[in-house]
Every structure is written in structure tokens, then in C-alpha cells.
T-cell receptor, first 112, second 109 residues
């Protein structure tokens, strides 16, 4: 299975600022997925990122709030923009490999 | 009604017990079924991945899928304190994964 490196692992940010989360995969993958896990909740898909095209966002998530870059087949970034305390969550990237979906270790974001 | 239902627990068992974790789903289009283990402050770790109805075994873990009943289970034999975590079922039709809410398991020494 793929190995995913995600950083930062955690951050505490001021409201109104932005944070960019990076996800690096050790093999080339067509699609990368970004999830949010709010405190005590399960995972919710934010968007699907394909290399060379615009990300596809799920209902309730918009590009202005969560811009995504996918410059090559092993790397993606998710930015959480103009943060508010409601954005405090764990953000995870994921890829599909043979035998299932692998997740990064997550970025624990606290907005104060 | 959620597409995937999972009892949140917590489920507390003594060490060595057999643990049964379950999910029900409503979307008959789901084709692939997964179980993840998530420790506190960590990302989900894939435990089992199944496609067809029936059982799949891997060490102490057995995944069971009953598509006719839209019901999946994960059994853990000889449970250990290190199994204490949240267990998430997930399933997909196409590329989108849908997760259950997770069951918190505590295995007491």
C-alpha cells in the first residue's frame, strides 16, 4: 500500500488566517481525496483532486474556502482559508490503491 | 436516515473476548466494504477490504458481508488492550467512500 506523508501534523491558528496542508505520496496516483473529521465525528469528503484539472467539491464545500492544488501525481495541498473556530477539525488526505484506501496521519487544526 | 449506520458505543470488553462490530447500510450500489481502525490523534488504518458476500479472515480479524441484508461485521478474536480504538466501517460505489460514525472499543486488561 502507499505511504502518505502529511504535514503539518497539528497547528493552532488565529481566526481569519489561512493554513495550507501538504500531502505527499510515495507513488503516483490518479486521484487524491481530502477529508474532514470534526471532533467526535466520522470522516466527510471535502473534495477529489485530479492532476491537471480542477478539484471536484462535495456538497457544502466550496473552492474559495478550501482551495486545492494538485501539481503532479504524488503531491497535493489543501488550504483552509479565512478560518473560524468552526474549522477546528482533523484534515486527512487519502489515496486509492489496490486493496483499499490509505489515509495520511492527519492534520489536527485548532482555530482560536 | 444515514446511508451507513454504526453503533457509536463505547463497547467495553475484557481482554481475550471476541468482539463483534457491525454496520448496516441502505444503498444497494455499495460494492466494496472496508474496516478501519483509528487510534486517538491518528489517521484511519485499513484493516480489512472485501468485495463479495461472505467471510474474509486475516489473523485475529474476520470481516463478514451480507449484501442481501445490507449488513457487515468485523470480528476480533482474542482481543487485546492494544485493540482499544475507534473502528470505522466504510463502503463505496465508484470513488466516493461513505463512512459509518465509528464504534469506540475499549479492551480492559
Amino acid at each position: 500500500s502507499a505511504v502518505i506523508s502529511q504535514k503539518p501534523s497539528r497547528d493552532i491558528c488565529q481566526r481569519g488566517t489561512s493554513l495550507t496542508i501538504q500531502c505527499q505520496v510515495d507513488s503516483q496516483v490518479t486521484m487524491m481525496f481530502w477529508y474532514r473529521q470534526q471532533p467526535g465525528q466520522s470522516l466527510t469528503l471535502i473534495a477529489t483532486a485530479n492532476q491537471g484539472s480542477e478539484a471536484t467539491y462535495e456538497s457544502g464545500f466550496v473552492i474559495d474556502k478550501f482551495p486545492i492544488s494538485r501539481p503532479n501525481l504524488t503531491f497535493s495541498t489543501l488550504t483552509v482559508s479565512n478560518m473560524s473556530p468552526e474549522d477546528s477539525s482533523i484534515y486527512l488526505c487519502s489515496v486509492e490503491m489496490e486493496g483499499g484506501y490509505t489515509f495520511g496521519s492527519g492534520t489536527r487544526l485548532t482555530v482560536v | 436516515q444515514k446511508e451507513v449506520e454504526q453503533d457509536p458505543g463505547p463497547l467495553s470488553v475484557p481482554e481475550g473476548a471476541i468482539v463483534s462490530l457491525n454496520c448496516t447500510y441502505s444503498n444497494s450500489a455499495f460494492q466494496y466494504f472496508m474496516w478501519y481502525r483509528q487510534y486517538s490523534r491518528k489517521g484511519p488504518e485499513l484493516l480489512m477490504y472485501t468485495y463479495s458476500s461472505g467471510n474474509k479472515e486475516d489473523g485475529r480479524f474476520t470481516a463478514q458481508v451480507d449484501k442481501s441484508s445490507k449488513y457487515i461485521s468485523l470480528f476480533i478474536r482474542d482481543s487485546q488492550p492494544s485493540d482499544s480504538a475507534t473502528y470505522l466501517c466504510a463502503m463505496n460505489a465508484g470513488n466516493m467512500l461513505t463512512f459509518g460514525g465509528g464504534t469506540r472499543l475499549m479492551v480492559k486488561p
